[in-house]
T-cell receptor, first 113, second 115 residues
Framework: AQSVTQLGSHVSVSEGALVLLRCNYSSSVPPYLFWYVQYPNQGLQLLLKYTTGATLVKGINGFEAEFKKSETSFHLTKPSAHMSDAAEYFCAVSDHNTDKLIFGTGTRLQVFP | GAGVSQTPSNKVTEKGKYVELRCDPISGHTALYWYRQSLGQGPEFLIYFQGTGAADDSGLPNDRFFAVRPEGSVSTLKIQRTERGDSAVYLC???FGQGDTDTQYFGPGTRLTVL
């Protein structure tokens, strides 16, 4: 069975600092991996996804993530945090048989001025 | 174009009552998903439609939960004899139905509170 683990339910950074949100997955088949962001009182929005090809994936709002098979990781990074990045971030893996998404428990990012 | 819409945005009901939650997917999307998000948790899969048929309903927690999509567009999630444990945000998502690399577009959710 596929699963996703997000280490750190809360991450706090200063504005301008590096953002690093961790995601590890478990999958017996090549995974398709996603990062979604959820702003308060809004729906989930796709940040980026990895399916095949280049392992460094660039997404919206300056975020990127790198698929590392040897580490079973798909960590999300952004070089310089903005106040507007404060939100909940979810990592997910897609089930190959049914296309459903299996989500981690989320990481809440706080950005301090 | 318009995104996924869900109505109502909030629903408060009493234990034992019946509720219906509606999802309007993006036009042209053949796949539709329902997820449930409890406080402090990530979304959990409930059911997936491809067209009018439920392709996977393995996430429905018990037989009090049922969903339909009679014309392959709008979907309704129905919960009978609601329990306090059903309180959560119910999310709907849709996609082009082209496989597991497809992007799912989410609606804003319906917050269900069972008193």
């Amino acid at each position: 069975a596929q699963s996703v683990t997000q280490l750190g339910s809360h991450v706090s950074v200063s504005e301008g600092a590096l953002v690093l949100l961790r995601c590890n997955y478990s999958s017996s088949v090549p995974p398709y991996l996603f990062w979604y962001v959820q702003y308060p009182n809004q729906g989930l929005q796709l940040l980026l996804k990895y399916t095949t090809g280049a392992t460094l994936v660039k997404g919206i709002n300056g975020f990127e993530a790198e698929f590392k098979k040897s580490e079973t990781s798909f960590h999300l990074t952004k070089p310089s945090a903005h106040m507007s990045d404060a939100a909940e971030y979810f990592c997910a893996v897609s089930d190959h048989n049914t296309d459903k998404l299996i989500f981690g428990t989320g990481t809440r990012l706080q950005v301090f001025p | 174009g318009a995104g996924v819409s869900q109505t109502p945005s909030n629903k408060v009901t009493e234990k034992g009552k019946y509720v219906e939650l509606r999802c309007d997917p993006i036009s042209g999307h053949t796949a539709l998903y329902w997820y449930r998000q409890s406080l402090g948790q990530g979304p959990e899969f409930l059911i997936y439609f491809q067209g009018t048929g439920a392709a996977d309903d393995s996430g429905l927690p018990n037989d009090r939960f049922f969903a339909v999509r009679p014309e392959g567009s709008v979907s309704t999630l129905k919960i009978q004899r609601t329990e306090r444990g059903d309180s959560a945000v119910y999310l709907c998502a849709s996609s082009f139905g082209q496989g597991d690399t497809d992007t799912q577009y989410f609606g804003p959710g319906t917050r269900l509170t069972v008193l």
